[in-house]
Nanobody, 122 residues
Framework: QVQLVESGGGSVQPGGSLRLSCTAS????????IGWIRQAPGKEREAVSC????????YYADSAKGRFAISIDTAKTTVYLQMNSLKPEDTAVYYC???????????????WGQGTQVTVYS
């Protein structure tokens, strides 16, 4: 019965950085995979990254590799997504969500936060 709350979104210029946070309550994230999934108008929903709560192993979509870094804190209650070298195409609402297995398929995620807006403008 974990609840998720995202924060850290905002507006940046291309090339800028943001760090998103996803904080859990009701449970730790030890037994879950946690994904960051973005939704932009007119685009397919995309899981950009996920992390395994048990060991912190991170995985990335091709669109995020080399620019984004996912991590989980030692208490396993907060997941971060560090986003560097941001591009206009990164503009979206970013959600954190939890699933059982490691997955970069958004359909595998069952519990979602409310989302946080990321806007990359030029």
């Amino acid at each position: 019965q974990v609840q998720l709350v995202e924060s850290g979104g905002g507006s940046v210029q291309p090339g800028g950085s943001l760090r998103l946070s996803c904080t859990a309550s009701g449970s730790t994230l030890e037994n879950y995979s946690i994904g960051w999934i973005r939704q932009a108008p007119g685009k397919e929903r995309e899981a950009v990254s996920c992390v395994l709560g048990r060991d912190g192993s991170g995985y990335y979509a091709d669109s995020a590799k080399g620019r984004f870094a996912i991590s989980i804190d030692t208490a396993k209650t907060t997941v971060y997504l560090q986003m560097n070298s941001l591009k206009p195409e990164d503009t979206a609402v970013y959600y954190c969500a939890i699933s059982g297995p490691q997955s970069l398929d958004y359909r595998d995620y069952m519990y979602w936060g409310q989302g946080t807006q990321v806007t990359v403008y030029s």
